[in-house]
Every structure is written in C-alpha cells, then in structure tokens.
C-alpha cells in the first residue's frame, strides 16, 4: 500500500488465494523502473545503445496503440440499473422463437449483451433504394474447434503471448437474418435464417465460455476510473442476481484484468480500491466495518422518489391499467390463441364512449372528451389486445389522433420495438386526409410509439404520388378497395377480409359516430364480436353526433326495441360506467347471418408505390424524401 492509501495492482492479486492468472502484464516492476550504473556513465551526450534504441521504439507503439484504446461507453451504473427485465430479453435474444422487430435504439442498446452468442458472418449490402440493410449472424458455435499452437511466437513488444484455450465449435447451426431499416422510423427486424431450429445449447452455457461486450466495457471502464481489478470484480460480483441478469454468472477476475491489460500497459500509476472497501491482506478486497455495499449506494443515489422509481425511463404520458380490472374485460377479448373467426374475419370489437344522452360529440368535427382517466387506460389496454385500431377519415380529421397505444409495457412505453402497438387503419375512400410529417400519427411513427397507418381508399382519384411514398416512407401504405354495397359505400365484410389477407387477426373500432352506426345495422351487427361502451356521466345536448341504429318496427309496422345486448356486464371506472355485451346474431331467411350470404369478395391489390418526386406542399411540410438511385 502506497502513502496515499492506494494499492499496487501487483500486491492485492499475489496476496489473493483464489487467482491463477498469467503474469500480468499490467504491472510494473522494480527492474524497469532502475537505472543501470553502466548508462548513467553514458551521460546526455552519449549515443543510444541496441537496448535504448528497442525501448524507445516499444514506447513509441504503446503510445501509437494508447489511440486504439476504444473508451467504454458504460460504467458500474449500468450493471446496477440494467434495462428493465434484461434477463428475459437475453432469453428471447437467443432463443429467437419468433420475429423480433425492435427500434435501432433498442438493438444498440441489448445487442451488446447476447453478442457473446451471435457472430456476424458477413453483409449483403442494401437495397436500391438505400433503406434496407441486411446482415447475416451465426451462433458463436457453429465455428469450427480450435487448437491453438504448442508455442505462440513471442511478441515484437516483449510482452507475454496470450495464453489460449481449446475453442469449442461445430455444435449449433442456427443462423440469424438482420435486416436494419432507416427510413421515416429506423428499425431493426430478426428473424431466423433457414428452417425454425433450436440451439444445441443453453445460453448459459455461452456466458460460460464467452463474456459480453458490456461486462468487458464496464470491467475496463472501472479500471481506467483508477480501480484495481480485484476491487472491481469485487463490486461487480456483489449483487449476484444483477450480475447473473447481464450474462456475468462465470465473470472472474482474469476477465477484468483482461478487459484492462491493453490500457495498464500505457498506465502504469498504482490503481486504488473503491471507497468503503479496504485491501485484507489474505483475503483480497471486503467492505470496511459499517460500509454500504457499492450498489446499494448507486441505486439509491440514482432514486429520487422510490415511490417513481418502477417509472424510470418511461415516457410521461405512460398510462397503467390495474391488474384486477382486467379479468373484466378479457372475456371479451380476442383470445392469444385466436387465428381467425369462423368464417375467416378477424375479431371485430367495437368500442366507444358516449354521455348519458348517446353522444359522442358536441358537433361534427369538434373534438370532445368524455373518458375519465381510469377509462382511458382501459381504452388504451384494449388497444394492446388488438392487431389493429381502426376509426373513420371524419374521426381522423377531426381529431388529429396518434392511434397508438400508451400503456406500460408496450412498445415505446417500456416494451421491446412495437410489440403491443396497433396498427392505425383509417377508412378515407375518398382519399381526403393529407398526411405530413408533422400529423400526429406520422409524429408518433418516428419517436417509435407506434405503427404506419394503413389507408383503405376507393381506386379512381387522382393521388399525389409523393403522398404515397411518403406514407410508405413511414411504414404505411394506401389500400384500394372496389367493392362496395347499394348504397356505394365500401362494403365492411370486404375490408376485414382485406386486412385479414395482410395478417390481421384482430380489430377495434372505435369511431367516429358513422361508422359505429354503420356496424350498428342489422346488414352489419353479426360481424362485431364483442361491444365495449363507456358512458360518461354527462349530458352534451341536442345537436351532437348521436350513436343509435336504425328503428325497428314488427310485422304490424309498430315500432320495437332495435337491439339489446346480451352476456352484458357493468363496471365503474371512476366516474364512468363501462358496459361489455355481445350483439345477438341476426338471420336471414335462409338462416345464413347476412354478411355469411353475400358473394364472395374480390379485393384489388395494393396500390403500386412509384417513385419520390419533389413537391412544393411536402417541402413546405417538412417531408425531404430520399430519391433511389438511378439503375
């Protein structure tokens, strides 16, 4: 130990029982550092001896490696306060059962912990239009055993040669494909290459032969801090859970030492223990008598409110949803096993708030809150359930709405990529809402809070092509749709089934007033599945846009109930009252439900995207789209 209470690298670790390292190279001894008799005699005027002559040349390719010296970009605090459920997300990271699509953030963020797993093996380049960039990545395993030789050749410098290990390969074959996006939104989608295989191995197995980059970064950004390596695994290895979490299980203090060895050959100053630790001799680094261990003093320190602390990282508009609220609802939802209904549309629930005189505006066009905030989380954990949310081009006009979804745990609000985000269908047939880049739903595409929209249109209007790569840009399309019912509207049964060709399982539908009413009709009814109403405690007056379907009347032209509900529940959510029911199938005379009877549908394909072209109205908006290059 030093006057000043700092610890020499090379004492602590001779002293430790537990080590077996190579000779450490990060160590200076009394040799170097003396002077022989014989070269003080030279004097200042002497020339340079061989020997002097290799030092110098030694220091001077230190000095020239000191710049390659890459600067770690984490510390000891990301080991304390990981990304929320990293240990799961490693799993799912290795494990890749299924698509993975995540934002670029987030892979820069998590790569760095399964990178001890996956190994590039090389690119594939981009596409024309420069958007898309495609990697190839293979299990760690894959590679063939390695033996390495019996005597490594010494190294120029003098230092030690690295003493390695037998490499195991050969034992998995599971390959990755990474495909990065960056466009309006940039993202980055995994998926598995080849046939869906499984690794031959467990992933700790991997962290027991391999260490990831962001243990290595943080072992060497502790060490350049001025923290001798025993200390530092010792800090790190003291929330064994945390550590275990971030793939350090196997972690030992040669891997700290070897995180570090390049950059103690140029640093030769005695390193120091952390605060509230001491050096024992014979028994290495232990916390002083009364000392708070390191990560506990982190964590606290980085706490302001304990109360706030589940909410670290997420956006302030993150709404929750009680856990024993759900059971309510989830009867009448889409169920995670559900395909498709029987006869082959997605899940339809209709949903929609209303005061106590059945509004649901003021007036046509004026946007009006009626949900308190205890049913707007529930709106929002009903979106989460959904592959899609959908509303008509009056609702979208009117409002300017984001469509996504803002509960905790989803995609952009504390879950990976867009998981639990719906994808906005907007029903325009006529082509009348002008997307820019400063429209909400677009604002919330690149913040990466939610999806693209898709835009159902009528074929026949003369469309902006840039109005269509734009929205492409954004991770949206237009859809063109040609049938349509006697009263030439789009006919209801003919959109779910177009978004159930792309993939659509499931869709909730929450306005504006016509298009409720529309389901509404009896021609409509049997294609909801479930109804969801809140009403407000809270009467809007005449002249609102109303939610009622058409009258009904018997035999004797007498006017009857026009629906009731069945299987009906209520609940109160605060102020509002929420009703669940189901809507009774009506029949045909054939006894076929009417959207059963009709003719099968034939759906126009999407509409072809076409070239970028600079526009005057996008230019003024904000919207610079890159031109492909020229073939």
Same mark, same amino acid.
């Given at each position: ?361 003021? $007036?046509? +066009? /004026?946007?009006? @809150? ?11 954990? =009903? %979106?989460?359930? *959904? ?113 159930? $060709?792309? +993939? /659509?399982?499931? @869709? ?11 389901? =509404? %009709?009896?021609? *409509? ?107």
């Amino acid at each position: 130990m030093t006057e000043d209470g700092r610890v020499d690298d090379v004492d602590a670790t001779a002293s430790d029982p537990t080590t077996t390292a190579a000779p450490d190279n990060n160590t200076t001894t009394a040799d170097n550092n003396t002077t022989s008799p014989a070269a003080d005699a030279l004097g200042s005027g002497s020339p340079p001896q061989d020997d002097q002559i290799e030092q110098d040349a030694t220091q001077a390719d230190v000095q020239d490696n000191s710049a390659q010296i890459p600067v770690p970009t984490r510390n000891i605090r990301d080991l304390f306060n990981p990304p929320r459920n990293i240990a799961g997300i490693r799993q799912r990271l290795f494990d890749v059962a299924e698509k993975i699509e995540l934002r670029k953030d987030e892979f820069d963020l998590y790569w760095p912990y399964v990178d001890n797993v996956w190994v590039r093996q090389h690119r594939a380049g981009s596409d024309k239009t420069g958007l898309y960039k495609t990697d190839y990545y293979a299990c760690r395993l894959q590679r063939p055993t390695y033996t390495p030789k019996p005597v490594d050749k010494p190294r120029a410098d003098g230092t030690p040669t690295r003493k390695k290990q037998i490499r195991e390969g050969g034992k998995c074959h599971m390959k990755l494909k990474v495909v990065r996006y960056e466009g309006g939104y940039q993202s980055v989608t995994i998926n598995q290459l080849g046939d869906k295989t499984q690794h031959l191995h467990d992933l700790d197995h991997m962290d027991r032969i391999k260490r990831t980059t962001v243990l290595m970064e943080i072992a060497r950004s502790e060490v350049m801090s001025g923290y001798m390596p025993a200390s530092v695994y010792t800090v790190m290895s003291e929330d064994e859970a945390r550590l275990a979490a971030s793939g350090g299980r196997h972690l030992n203090r040669n891997d700290v030492r070897n995180a570090s060895q390049v950059w103690r050959q140029q640093h030769k100053d005695p390193l120091r223990v952390h605060e509230g630790y001491k050096y024992d001799h014979g028994n290495g680094i232990v916390r002083q008598d009364g000392a708070l261990p390191l990560v506990q003093r982190v964590v606290n320190a980085e706490i302001v409110d304990p109360t706030l602390a589940y909410y670290a990282g997420l956006p302030p508009n993150t709404l929750r949803f009680p856990e024993e609220l759900r059971p309510f609802l989830d009867p009448y939802l889409p169920r995670h096993d559900l395909t498709f209904t029987e006869d082959g549309l997605p899940h339809v629930t209709l949903t929609y708030a209303t005061s106590l005189d059945s509004s649901l505006s003021l $007036a046509p +066009g /004026i946007q009006t @809150v009626l949900s308190g905030p205890h049913s707007k989380a529930m709106t929002h954990y =009903l %979106r989460s359930k *959904h592959d899609a949310i959908l509303v008509g081009v009056r609702t979208a006009l009117a409002d300017d709405p984001a469509l996504n979804c803002r509960l905790e745990g989803v995609g952009g609000y504390g879950g990976l990529g867009w998981e639990g985000q719906p994808r906005p269908i907007i029903i325009d047939p006529g082509a009348r809402w002008l997307l820019t880049p400063q429209t909400r739903v677009i604002r919330t595409v690149s913040e990466g809070k939610g999806r693209g929209p898709w835009i159902v249109i009528a074929p026949g209007f003369a469309m902006d092509p840039n109005r269509i790569e734009m929205l492409k840009y954004y991770g949206g399309k237009y859809t063109g749709l040609t049938d349509f019912d006697k009263r030439w509207r789009l006919r209801w049964e003919a959109i779910l089934r177009a978004l159930a $060709a792309e +993939g /659509i399982r499931s @869709v909730m539908i929450e306005g504006g007033g016509m298009v409720i009413n529309e389901l =509404l %009709r009896p021609e *409509h009814s049997n294609l909801v599945s479930s109804v969801v109403v809140t009403v407000a405690p809270t009467y809007l007056g005449q002249g609102g846009v109303t939610v009622s379907p058409p009258p009904k009347l018997d035999a004797a032209r007498r006017p009857q109930p026009a629906m009731r509900f069945k299987d009906v529940r209520w609940q109160s959510f605060g102020e509002d009252a929420v009703m669940c029911g189901r809507i009774p199938h009506v029949e045909t005379p054939s006894g076929v439900p009417p959207h059963q009877s009709m003719t099968p549908v034939t759906m126009a394909p999407p509409l072809r995207p076409v070239s970028f072209f600079n526009s005057s109205v996008d230019a003024q908006n904000g919207f610079q789209p890159r031109v492909p290059p020229s073939s």
